[in-house]
């Protein structure tokens, strides 16, 4: 709202419009915070522009009361305007629920958390996982990436929700200060033109009720009086809607600062908090690509040398046999001595056999020479 701005006062006040529609969806920027100058004193012509001080006196001459109607609408606009803006905030304060966003936020941080394993030592103790098998980390991370993903598009649709409404509220402080500012004047004007008939009509007609006597001119004065009573109750109301109005700009303040303090927060959940969250992650898979390349590297060592202490031992046995089979003799000597032995043996054994041979030829010599003798005695006696 410009500063020069004037509010345009009226003694026929239009009671239709309601404050929804004087707010636009266009973001606006924000205003400062304007303490009025009566917060702590009283409400008098000091606080207005030389402007407003000539718009104040031009309306006040215009203000007929002793027009029941002008008494009854006088200010009514404005009144209506300040009450339609304390419905508004409190809708907005209704359909807000600023307890989803902590929500997602609370989500936000179960789901980083949810991948937290207690390490005994090491720095990437957040990243330890129950299992070390790669597969399984890298489904756990897809997994909680997923709930993140979506936690993280319900926080963007609050941020855009909350930049709205922290546009609307700036326009809402600014029309705030219209309404003040109206209320403000017509109180002042007001006032203005309630003294001028105390002082003018009011006092000319207690005078003449006085000087004459009638009850006509005592009528007269005291419907003039009570019209003016009454006048003094509007403004009296006035002043206790303008009270509101002063109480609803540091209000309308505190709900917007609320919003920007939890759009602040969602920022930093959307450009801090996930982000780093996801190179902790990045890092993590590194680590145990690096962790299993090492453990592969470490089996091929322990395989490499398991193989080269086998080979020596073979080598060891096959080069000491060899040694050994070169400096034995062709023969061995426990070999000549047996062979020898077996050859004496046989040597004897056919020594005997030749001897028991011979002895054994005798006899049948012998046997035989006494078979031959029987034979030739035999066919003798069959020739005689």
């Known amino acids: 709202m410009p500063e020069d701005f004037i509010p345009e006062l009226t003694l026929t006040p239009n009671l239709q419009t309601p404050v929804a529609e004087l707010l636009t969806t266009a973001p606006a920027a924000p205003s400062p915070v304007v303490v009025p100058k009566d917060a702590q004193g009283g409400l008098d012509e000091s606080m207005l522009s030389e402007a407003e001080k000539q718009a104040v006196a031009e309306f006040a001459a215009r203000i007929d009361l002793t027009d029941t109607n002008v008494i009854l609408q006088y200010g009514a606009a404005a009144q209506k305007n300040v009450a339609d803006f304390s419905e508004q905030t409190l809708a907005n304060v209704r359909t807000k629920d600023l307890g989803e966003v902590g929500q997602a936020l609370s ?195 322990d395989m490499t040398n398991e193989l080269l202490r086998k080979n020596a031992e073979v080598l060891k046995m096959g080069t000491v046999e060899a040694a050994r089979e070169s400096e034995r003799s062709v023969v061995d000597i426990e070999t000549l001595k047996q062979t020898n032995q077996s050859l004496i043996e046989t040597l004897d054994e056919v020594m005997k056999i030749q001897t028991e041979g011979a002895q054994k030829r005798r006899e049948a010599e012998v046997e035989l020479g006494r078979i031959e003798g029987e034979l030739k005695q035999k066919l003798l006696e069959l020739r005689n």
């Open 107 to 301: 989500g936000l941080v179960t789901q980083l958390q949810s991948l937290e394993q207690p390490e005994k030592k090491g720095v990437f103790g957040f990243f330890q996982k129950k299992k070390n098998d790669l597969a399984a980390m890298k489904a756990a991370y897809a997994k909680t990436e997923t709930n993140v993903d979506k936690i993280t598009e319900i926080l963007e649709q609050h941020q855009i929700a909350l930049m709205k409404d922290v546009a609307m509220l700036d326009q809402m402080y600014d029309l705030n200060l219209k309404y003040y500012k109206e209320l403000t004047m017509y109180i002042l004007a007001g006032k203005r033109r309630m003294s001028e008939m105390r002082t003018g009509p009011l006092e000319q007609l207690r005078q003449k009720a006085a000087a004459t006597g009638t009850q006509e001119d005592a009528q007269a004065y005291n419907d003039l009086a009570t019209l003016l009573n009454r006048f003094e109750k509007k403004l009296h109301d006035l002043e206790l809607t303008r009270m509101v109005s002063i109480q609803m700009g540091p209000q309308t303040r505190l709900l917007q600062n609320n919003d920007a303090l939890m759009i602040e927060k969602i920022q930093s959940s959307l450009v801090n908090t996930i982000p780093l969250w996801k190179g902790q992650m990045v890092l993590a898979l590194g680590l145990e690509h690096s962790r299993q390349a090492t453990a592969a590297q470490s089996a091929v060592t």
